[in-house]
């Protein structure tokens, strides 16, 4: 498979990793847009949020815990946020299911 998300959690493209175990890799974005900016994704492909079934959703609960406690490391108090993108119109440029991690400054609302 020739995805690139794939091969940086395989090791074969190199990132500073935040976070990693057997199930997920966390590593900082190579364009940040937060102080903090932080991709998570699951070691097992999976294209998107669309593609999470009874199945593997466990994966997206332990993304979610590890994003928290990231974001507790990182002394993200006063508020982070998560994003998913979902397809081309949800500005999904890789499809590989990733988070975002964002925090270090106040979020704008809405998003797009």
């Not at 395989?10 to 900082?28: H, N, Q, T, V, W």
Request: charged share 20%.
């Amino acid at each position: 498979m020739d995805c690139v998300f794939c091969k940086i959690a395989a090791g074969e493209i190199p990132s500073k990793k935040a976070y990693e175990d057997d199930r997920i890799l966390a590593f900082y974005d190579l364009d940040p847009q937060a102080p903090v900016h932080i991709l998570l994704i699951p070691k097992e492909h999976i294209e998107s949020a669309a593609d999470i079934t009874e199945e593997n959703s466990a994966i997206v609960a332990h993304i979610f815990a590890v994003a928290a406690k990231l974001a507790k490391e990182l002394d993200l108090v006063q508020g982070w946020r998560v994003v998913t993108n979902v397809g081309k119109d949800g500005g999904q440029t890789v499809m590989h299911m990733h988070f975002h991690l964002l925090g270090g400054r106040s979020m704008a609302w809405p998003p797009g």
